[in-house]
Nanobody, 126 residues
């Protein structure tokens, strides 16, 4: 099992970035996925998740701090999950991790997630 996150970097406040996470080694289309982040000296926190509904659609969920600024999406044909981040703020600076669940539903608790990527650093600064 592998989750490979990419797309991090340095961006000015108000800017945008898109993170990608390529998955392999498990049934991605049947797995909920999520993004978490960890700032220096802080706990890892939930950012967004994309669960799978019984009809095969996607049900997103967002932390209040990123709602209306970040968008999670998934491309099952490419086994990839994305996080589009707009209107970035300095407090968004963190290492961002993608994660996956061996199941359809993924919540806000990192203990629900079975697989983790290595993280990609996002720095928001002028």
């Amino acid at each position: 099992v592998q989750l490979q996150a990419s797309g991090g970097g340095l961006v000015q406040p108000g800017g945008s970035l898109r993170l990608s996470c390529a998955a392999s080694g498990f049934r991605f289309s049947g797995s909920a996925v999520g993004w978490f982040r960890q700032a220096p000296g802080k706990e890892r926190e939930f950012v967004a998740s994309a669960s799978i509904t019984w009809s095969g659609g996607t049900r997103p969920d967002y932390a209040d701090s990123v709602k209306d600024r970040f968008t999670i999406s998934r491309d099952n044909a490419k086994n990839t999950v994305y996080l589009q981040m707009n209107s970035l703020k300095p407090e968004d600076t963190a290492v961002y991790y993608c994660a996956a669940v061996r199941g359809r539903s993924g919540g806000r608790n990192r203990l629900e997630y079975d697989y983790w990527g290595q993280g990609t650093l996002v720095t928001v600064s002028s």
